[in-house]
């Protein structure tokens, strides 16, 4: 039921590291009454994971070859790259250079204005 879930959701906070509301004491008292805080698909969901990780690689990719490495690097500088474009796109049309006229500009600032008057 309810509590139970309660428990469980509780325990699971714990696991995370959250601010939970079971001590130690009630973790044992649940425990020697045979309390299962993880049901059985929470339990082999957990058994697959920890078998899944212990075949990845470490965070810092050291079982990467050096040509994995580069490729990855060289992905992520591209997307870098994108972004910096696309903000840098906004913001010139935002002020009324490259791309966007006057017009589009106050278009743009008077429809900004509309919602932010919506939401005040």
Not at 24 to 48: A, H, M, N, P, Y
Not at 50 to 79: F, H, I, V, Y
Request: proline share 2%; with cysteine; net charge positive.
């Amino acid at each position: 039921g309810t509590w139970v879930d309660y428990q469980r959701y509780q325990y699971k906070k714990l696991l995370a590291g959250e601010p939970n509301h079971l001590t130690i004491e009630r973790i044992k008292e649940l425990d020697s009454v045979g309390f299962e805080f993880l049901t059985d698909q929470e339990r082999r969901r957990l058994t697959v994971v920890a078998a899944s990780s212990a075949a990845a690689p470490d965070c810092d990719g050291s079982s990467r070859s050096k040509k994995e490495k580069q490729s990855l690097d060289a992905k992520e500088d591209n997307q870098n790259a994108s972004k910096k474009r696309q903000r840098k796109q906004r913001q010139s049309v935002f002020m009324g250079r490259g791309g966007g006229s006057e017009r589009k500009r106050r278009r743009l600032v008077s429809a900004c204005d509309r919602i932010v008057s919506a939401y005040v």
